[in-house]
T-cell receptor, first 114, second 118 residues
Framework: KNQVEQSPQSLIILEGKNCTLQCNYTVSPFSNLRWYKQDTGRGPVSLTIMTFSENTKSNGRYTATLDADTKQSSLHITASQLSDSASYICVVSDRGSTLGRLYFGRGTQLTVWP | EADIYQTPRYLVIGTGKKITLECSQTMGHDKMYWYQQDPGMELHLIHYSYGVNSTEKGDLSSESTVSRIRTEHFPLTLESARPSHTSQYLC?????????????????FGPGTRLTVL
């Protein structure tokens, strides 16, 4: 069964601090991995997307890494801000279907305190 | 922000009512999707469409139905709402592309509809 597991489930940090979120997956055949940010009551918004040949990608203060061999990814947030409080969802796509099937993790709920 | 819209944003209704959740996108995307999401849980695909007059059921069994008469419009209907239908419903659309030989399927999500059935 294809799965995406994220850790930690929730995280509280102080404003200005850095943090790293983890994602492990078993989806095969792998196509790409993306990180989404979902604010409460809103739809997910894409932060980064990485294909098999990429092992790191940055988007401002967000840096994602991918190790396709160990099937692990991380999302590093630098100098956190209050607006970073949200759920961060790891999503993996397979290449085995025309649809480009997406497999979602349950997300890490990040809370940034002032 | 993506040009994909959902209405209503919040809906509270009584059991047995028929409801339609609207989803529209102005990006000309062929593929559209409906997901269901409960608090703290992952998104589950309930319906998808490859294009006009194409609809398929997703992984999660749902009593809802969808239609795709126009490219930009993908409404979801519940004929008789029940408390078990209480959830957040997210619509998405996508365009297929390729990058460095790998294919990807960038999905853009709407803001969601929070449905509560009493």
């Amino acid at each position: 069964k294809n799965q995406v597991e994220q850790s930690p489930q929730s995280l509280i940090i102080l404003e200005g601090k850095n943090c790293t979120l983890q994602c492990n997956y078993t989806v095969s055949p792998f196509s790409n991995l993306r990180w989404y940010k979902q604010d409460t009551g809103r739809g997910p918004v894409s932060l980064t997307i990485m294909t098999f040949s990429e092992n790191t990608k940055s988007n401002g203060r967000y840096t994602a890494t991918l190790d396709a061999d160990t099937k692990q990814s991380s999302l590093h947030i630098t100098a956190s801000q209050l607006s970073d409080s949200a759920s961060y969802i790891c999503v993996v796509s397979d290449r085995g279907s025309t649809l480009g099937r997406l497999y979602f993790g349950r997300g890490t709920q990040l809370t940034v305190w002032p | 922000e993506a040009d994909i819209y959902q209405t209503p944003r919040y809906l509270v209704i009584g059991t047995g009512k028929k409801i339609t959740l609207e989803c529209s996108q102005t990006m000309g995307h062929d593929k559209m999707y409906w997901y269901q999401q409960d608090p703290g849980m992952e998104l589950h695909l309930i319906h998808y469409s490859y294009g006009v007059n194409s609809t398929e059921k997703g992984d999660l069994s749902s009593e809802s139905t969808v239609s795709r008469i126009r490219t930009e419009h993908f409404p979801l209907t519940l004929e008789s709402a029940r408390p078990s239908h209480t959830s957040q419903y997210l619509c998405a659309s996508s365009v297929s592309g390729s990058q460095r030989g790998d294919s990807y399927n960038e999905q853009f999500f709407g803001p969601g509809t929070r449905l509560t059935v009493l």
